[in-house]
């Protein structure tokens, strides 16, 4: 267990990781070894009413630890990172005030980022300027939002995910909202409200292996019902929450454009792509150590020098 000598120590297991690696698995090991609670930075598993399609724990996982921010909203109800930031760093602040250790565990990128760096602070946009963007991509489509970023902010265009409307118009709002770039922002010092000890865990398997995972995991969700989960949720395909794998697969075959086969292969195939997408962010960002997710005695090593330190 941490020295805990100093009101500040404070520590933050952070487990990360792409799809179908381990994390549920090794966060709850770890939570019952250090009497600690996990915190969820999963992006669709915050939503209610998905929850074959994005591997939530099972209810008797999630009755040997708490877990947070699973459930915590509706696929209704608008959720950002900001608010993602703000909930869990008020959480933390509270949890801590009684403990000394906390888990957070996940794939979201850009929710284990903001943890760990804080958020840059940007303007709320109003609703006509979002209205805007969506009119010029309906009408001129990713091209037209490209080539506007493009010739405003060059130098978040070459970093940017330049297929990703929601991006690029994100950032469109922002530079006609304020006349400066998006750049100039996320250049601007950021305050982390979350000043804890930080022992960040990144797993990884083999690349076979995880994609065989991968495979069997639809394989199981398929077995589990998936399908009709997305049936029910069908008729809310629009919501940005929805715009997942797994899900939109099983939109296109309702909608007549896939057979199953397809739709259950193509569901695999991007399942493995957005794994590989995850690790490809994974090593730009952040200060990992890695482990195989099996190798729990070199983890708990690993956890416990930090106590020491």
């Known amino acids: 267990m941490p020295n805990t000598t100093s009101p500040l120590n404070k520590f933050l297991i ?54 947070h921010f699973i459930d915590h909203i509706s696929i209704f109800q608008k959720y950002s990172v900001g608010q993602y930031y703000a909930e869990i760093s008020d959480a933390l602040l509270s949890y801590f005030k009684n403990n000394d250790i906390a888990i957070v565990t996940g794939g979201t990128g850009l929710y284990l980022k903001a943890i760990m760096d804080g958020l840059d602070e940007f303007p709320d946009i109003p609703q006509q300027v979002v209205d805007h963007y969506d009119h010029v991509f309906q009408v001129g489509g990713i091209i037209s939002l490209q080539n506007e970023l493009r010739s405003k902010d060059p130098e978040y265009f070459e970093k940017v995910d330049i297929r990703n409307p929601r991006r690029l118009m994100r950032a469109l709002s922002v530079i006609m909202l304020t006349d400066n770039t998006f750049t100039s922002f996320l250049n601007q010092r950021r305050v982390n409200l979350n000043p804890y000890l930080h022992i960040p865990i990144l797993l990884n398997l083999p690349r076979e292996l995880l994609y065989d995972r991968i495979n069997k995991r639809v394989d199981n969700m398929i077995a589990e019902g998936l399908v009709k989960e997305a049936n029910n949720l069908f008729q809310h395909q629009g919501k940005q929450a929805l715009e997942t794998v797994g899900y939109q697969e099983l939109f296109d075959y309702f909608d007549g454009k896939i057979d199953m086969n397809q739709a259950l292969e193509l569901i695999k195939q991007n399942s493995r792509r957005y794994a590989k997408r995850q690790m490809t962010w994974f090593r730009k960002y952040g200060n990992w150590t890695t482990f195989n997710p099996v190798d729990k005695d070199l983890i ?7 106590f020491l330190e």
């Open 300 to 306: 708990y090593n690993f956890i416990e020098q930090h």
């Open 14 to 67: 952070i487990i990360a990781g792409p799809t179908a690696v381990g994390k549920t698995s090794l966060a709850i090991d770890v939570a019952k070894r250090y009497h600690a609670e996990i915190f969820s930075a999963d992006s669709r598993q915050v939503f209610k009413e998905m929850n074959i399609g994005t591997a939530k724990p099972e209810k008797t996982e999630m009755e040997m630890v708490k877990h």
